[in-house]
């Protein structure tokens, strides 16, 4: 017996980064017979080393074989009735809304419109008060912008997202704990 046929999830898993994979193929595809695969500049500025969106058949399959492994362990954690059902829910949820803002950032961009700023900086805001350095955040997102930047610079910028949601969330939590005298949320109640 395949090791796939013991465990649904890796066979989720599997399914789904070649869905990945089948899909930045098709992009790359149509990227080709309409004018060429474009590269990139580093923060849109011509001085900068430019990145090629080919680096996307790389990058796409492995972003969402890692970011479905941190959500799988993720989930593995929860044994109340219905939890898992939930969890599964909530971070579907979670990735939509992240595609969706991604989606928008990069329309906005091709288009010109002001809004980019707004949606870039505003990302920074909503990441530490959503926990936007979860896996499915990241995934959203970059997915979300690769049709227009391709997947390296999209994972560029989450990253530093999370990176930044995270260490914002971890000082709180730590001025949190020190004005409390250093107990844990709760600790000496009856």
Do not use: K
């Not at 923060?43 to 680096?55: H, Q, R, T, V």
Request: hydrophobic fraction near 55%; include cysteine.
């Amino acid at each position: 017996m395949h090791l796939a046929a013991r465990h649904p999830s890796l066979r989720t898993r599997l399914l789904l980064t070649l869905c990945g994979l089948a899909a930045e193929l098709l992009h790359l595809g149509w990227e080709t017979t309409h004018g060429g695969v474009p590269a990139h500049h580093l923060l849109n500025d011509p001085a900068m080393p430019a990145i090629s969106n080919w680096w996307g058949v790389l990058v796409v399959p492995l972003l969402v074989w890692f970011a479905l492994g941190r959500i799988e362990r993720r989930g593995a954690t929860l044994v109340q009735a219905g939890s898992r059902e939930r969890f599964t829910t909530v971070v579907r949820l979670h990735f939509a809304l992240s595609l969706a803002w991604g989606g928008a950032l990069a329309l906005a961009f091709t288009s010109g419109h002001p809004a980019v700023s707004f949606l870039f900086l505003g990302a920074f805001v909503i990441a530490p008060l959503v926990h936007g350095y979860r896996a499915e955040y990241l995934l959203g997102f970059v997915l979300g912008m690769t049709s227009t930047f391709g997947a390296v610079l999209p994972l560029l910028a989450g990253s530093v997202i999370a990176l930044f949601a995270w260490g914002t969330r971890l000082t709180i939590g730590a001025l949190a704990r020190m004005a409390r005298g250093g107990r844990a949320r709760g600790a000496g109640l009856p």
